[in-house]
């Protein structure tokens, strides 16, 4: 009897809830509109960010290949600071 109270009242709410249910403006095909702009800022700041850590990474490597470069080309490393005669 619970079951059956349970499935006749999602029943209930998923058919009043189809009227209320309806797409965004820019999935009927819109476009102009603040949420269409909206998006399109969204859509950038991601774009932005993303490349932003991957210009990050670029950077690191670039970095790490210049450092092997240059003990492989001098045979040394810079010593950390551990290493300079702190005792």
Do not use: W
């Amino acid at each position: 009897m619970n079951a059956r109270r349970i499935i006749v009242f999602l029943a209930f709410f998923a058919l009043v809830g189809i009227t209320q249910a309806s797409a965004c403006p820019s999935c009927y095909g819109q476009a102009q509109g603040p949420v269409i702009d909206g998006m399109n800022r969204a859509i950038m700041t991601m774009i932005g960010i993303t490349g932003f850590v991957l210009t990050g990474f670029v950077a690191l490597f670039i970095s790490i290949g210049r450092k092997t470069k240059h003990h492989n080309a001098t045979g040394t490393a810079a010593a950390p600071d551990y290493e300079k005669g702190a005792s």
